[in-house]
């Protein structure tokens, strides 16, 4: 089994910063784009970022250069620097993989984390 797993969530001021984290674990063979999206209340969930296993990113255009999206492939885990977090960055955030399992796998599995929660208010 592949398990996703965030932290780093939290209550934080505007213009204050965060780091989620998220690792994945389990059976992997290999990880291919893994990202982060979030969903608000009332909304629906939206990419913020993404990083392919070359180390290409993208990002939603009310995050970039405010956000930056790493990786340690070593560890299995993608990261998320926010800074200059605003009350609008508010929501749950979930961490997403693409991952093949084995390398008989003919396919990657998209895979989601529990989500963890950001709130940027004074």
């Known amino acids: 089994q592949v398990q996703l797993v965030e932290s780093g969530g939290g209550l934080v001021q505007p213009g204050g910063s965060l780091r989620l984290s998220c690792a994945a674990s389990?059976?992997?063979?290999?990880?291919?784009?893994m990202g982060w999206y979030r969903q608000a209340p009332g909304k629906q969930r939206e990419l913020v970022a993404i990083?392919?296993?070359?180390?290409?990113?993208n990002y939603a255009t009310s995050v970039k250069d405010r956000f930056t999206i790493s990786r340690d492939n070593a560890k299995n885990t993608v990261y998320l620097q926010m800074d200059s977090l605003k009350p609008e960055d508010t929501a749950v955030y979930y961490c997403?993989?693409?991952?093949?399992?084995?390398?008989?796998?003919?396919?990657?599995?998209?895979?989601w984390g529990q989500g963890t929660q950001i709130t940027v208010s004074s």
């Open positions: 990083i392919d296993s070359s180390g290409i990113t």
């Open positions: 389990g059976s992997i063979f290999n990880i291919y784009t």
């Open positions: 997403n993989a693409q991952i093949r399992r084995t390398v008989w796998s003919p396919t990657a599995v998209t895979y």
